[in-house]
């Protein structure tokens, strides 16, 4: 099948990862690693674990709910859908850890899934085969798509990979099945149009915003300020009275500012991802970036928004833990530590993180709340345009290759496994039960780790939860990622804005600058999603053959260096590729002058499709005459042995070495070698460990430690 190439700026924007963390709203932390590929059971071999492994009741239909025979059910052998994932073992029922044989699931989810995919085999005589992606999710769908062999016929696309997937085109527009989403119990499972089809669904019932508003209790009430009658006001008691608004948030954390920045350094009232603050205001201010009106990053309501944050980053009342590069760029990372340890009162916690809290606020005493962002001022309550954001990540669609046939029976399949995996749970015959239940609510409440049984500000804390989760206009999703959007509007335009970079003028006229950078970038989008062709915009990879450091004497001439005898190179469709087509850029690097130049030397070479990929190597240039032994301080004390410790795994030169260098001062502390041969760690008792440090001249230096082996 042939395929084009995007604009190199297209590419350039959908290679991008995710500037955030891990995925949010799943069943496990997104930054869960994938094993390796795990062989999917056979139709046979799964059947016969649904009978061998379920729980008694498995079957049974949840209450309310008759179990009637469909007589258009297809007989005969059923048909495999296969469902692929990144992660089988948070889903699938045949799934058994390789080391202990255990299964990831717990046992309310197991029954739950083993329902649901005995409701499949009943209603569509289907079996689901769970498909372990033996790659990048975002390489394998192309790569199949390509060979005319889908890899799956549902795909899971994890966060931060899907506008990339999207502008490959590989993915079917599911428009023709939306009457199959029309009840309230199963619209949440058919998310949005992007670019005027809808191409995504959904597995998974999120708790409110993906990136709740927390509070941590004990902070707060050391402030006095806050306090009214005696009593700390918090945050859902405001939202409980309908006062939660902009200038009472901004107030709030005004206070909180003063009292910590006189006590403690390093203590904030807010810390975040300015991105995720930014959503948040800007969906509780009725506007959208990409939401189901489309485009919205330039409306007037999302301007106010984003200048209700920055007044307040300004103001060092909202912390952003950005990364600067020579003050050229600006990265927000979604930093839980300091809420987790007690160091700031106020952050946007995604859900998955919230039960890593538990230890560290329980043995301070501690406890922790929730709270909706808050609305503006001009808006009242109950203000429709009031509203939570829910941040579209890990979804699933329909690759391309399917009969229409086939696309009709996945989508049906998919839609029952997901409705009846929650009717399970909720013991209902409506899968929305499960996310409305007041049980289902304080569970997660629980689960969650918010104090919602205190006598004082349980009970507001609880509903503020429940609004989270039940009002009816409690969250909306945002669909900027799966656009393709996000990365470059949430960096070039509103990181650049709040920070200045590049002398960046604030949002109201940077958007304006730029968004014609976002409307090309769209027209790219459906340029190709018009199209039939499929769209390999997948860079190459590069793999070091000599580890990330070089070393050349003083004077080489890098002309003569066999650049590509260092790096290889490999595309995804076009296999390994010949590195005599790669360019190498060593102009950053000084042969002449000794120094470690990191990154200097940067390789790039294109695939077939225009794709480019890059790379970097570090180059230490040394001088080739030194004849002087080079330094080598050891620790004054350092640690001991353990009994039967690896000694493979000791890390000798930050354990037991102070100072390794050349007499240029270069840092050689990679160099040194130690002589195990007397050591036994076997054995208590003191050994002798030679230590021997070479420079890259050849010159060396030797110490002997004692090394004292002990049980621990």
């Known amino acids: 099948m042939k395929h084009k190439f995007l604009s190199s700026f297209l590419c350039l924007a ?20 994938t094993p390796a590929p795990t062989k999917a059971p056979s139709t046979d071999d799964n059947k016969n674990n649904m009978e061998d492994e379920k729980t008694p009741d498995a079957t049974k239909e949840p209450d309310g709910q008759e179990n009637e025979t469909n007589n258009n059910v297809p007989q005969g052998e059923p048909t495999v859908i296969k469902w692929g994932h990144n992660w089988i073992p948070e889903i699938d029922t045949n799934y058994r850890d390789p080391v202990t044989g255990e299964s990831s699931l717990s046992p309310e989810s197991m029954q739950a899934r083993l329902y649901a995919e005995q409701q499949v085999l009943e209603k569509y005589n289907c079996v689901i085969q769970f498909v372990q992606y033996p790659s990048d999710v975002t390489e394998i769908i192309l790569q199949s798509v390509l060979a005319n062999d889908p890899v ?7 966060n931060g990979s899907q506008g990339q997937i999207l502008s490959q085109n590989v993915l079917q527009p599911l428009d023709d099945y939306a009457s199959l989403f029309e009840d309230e119990d199963d619209e949440w499972i058919y998310w949005g149009k992007v670019y005027g089809h809808n191409y995504f669904l959904n597995n998974v019932m999120r708790f ?3 990136d709740l508003l927390c509070y941590n209790i004990g902070m707060l009430n050391k402030v006095e300020t806050l306090k009214v009658d005696g009593k700390t006001k918090y945050p859902a008691d405001y939202f409980a009275e309908g006062t939660w608004t902009w200038s009472v948030f901004e107030d709030y954390l005004q206070k909180v500012n003063d009292y ?3 006590e403690w350094d390093g203590y904030y009232a807010y810390q975040t991802d300015y991105r995720a603050a930014t959503l ?12 189901d009106n489309g485009l919205g990053i330039s409306s007037d309501q999302t301007k106010e928004a984003v200048a209700f944050i920055d007044r307040m980053i300004q103001k060092g009342l909202v912390f952003s833990e950005n990364q600067y590069n020579n003050n050229a760029d600006v990265v927000g990372v979604m930093d839980t530590w300091r809420f987790q340890w007690g160091h700031t009162a106020f952050v946007n916690l995604p859900q998955w993180l919230a039960g890593d809290m538990v230890g560290q606020f329980a043995d301070r005493g501690d406890a922790m709340g929730v709270v909706p962002f808050p609305r503006p001022d001009s808006m009242a309550a109950d203000d429709p345009a009031y509203r939570q954001l829910n941040d579209a990540t890990d979804c699933y669609a329909v690759p391309k290759g399917l009969s229409p046939e086939k696309t009709e029976l996945v989508v049906k399949v998919f839609k029952e496994y997901t409705q009846s995996y929650y009717k399970k749970l909720a013991n209902s015959d409506k899968a929305m039960d499960f996310l409305r239940s007041d049980s289902t609510v304080r569970n997660e409440a629980v689960r969650l780790n918010l104090d919602i049984t205190n006598e004082e500000y349980g009970e507001n804390i609880l509903n503020a939860f429940r609004y989270l989760v039940t009002g009816d206009n409690a969250y909306v999703n945002d669909y900027s990622k799966n656009a393709g959007i996000y990365e470059y509007w949430s960096h070039d335009i509103l990181g650049y804005s709040y920070y200045g970079i590049e002398g960046s003028p604030k949002y109201s006229v940077q958007v304006e600058a730029r968004k014609g950078i976002i ?6 989008y459906q340029a190709a999603l018009s199209g039939t062709e499929i769209n390999d915009n997948v860079k190459p990879k590069f793999e070091k053959l000599a580890g990330d450091t070089l070393t050349f004497p003083a004077g080489t001439d890098p002309n003569t260096v066999d650049w590509a005898s260092y790096m290889k190179a490999s595309d995804n469709i076009d296999g390994e590729l010949n590195m005599a087509n790669a360019a190498v850029d060593f102009s950053g690097v000084d042969f002449n002058a000794v120094g470690k130049y990191d990154g200097k030397v940067v390789y790039s070479i294109k695939d077939a499709s225009d794709n480019e ?10 001088n080739g005459n030194n004849t002087t032994p080079p330094t080598l301080v050891l620790k004054s004390e350092y640690r001991t042995v353990g009994l039967d410790e690896d000694v493979s795994s000791i890390n000798w030169k930050d354990d037991f070495v102070e100072q390794a260098t050349d007499a240029d001062g270069l840092d050689i502390k990679n160099n040194i070698t130690p002589d195990l041969s007397e050591l036994d760690t076997t054995t208590p008792g003191e050994y002798n460990v030679e230590i021997t440090l070479k420079d890259y001249a050849g010159n060396e230096t030797k110490e002997v430690i004692v090394i004292t082996v002990e049980k621990k």
């Open 14 to 33: 959908l290679t991008a990862t995710a500037l955030t963390g891990c995925g949010k709203g799943s069943e496990e932390p997104k930054s869960t690693p």
């Open 152 to 158: 799956a016929d549902i795909v899971r696309i994890t």
């Open 208 to 210: 409110g915003a993906n």
């Open 260 to 262: 910590f920045k006189q």
């Open 280 to 291: 948040q205001a800007i969906y509780a201010n009725g506007g959208e970036v990409y939401g």
């Open 519 to 524: 409307d090309d970038l769209m027209s790219n």
């Open 613 to 622: 990929g890059t790379a970097t190597l570090n180059i230490i240039v040394y």
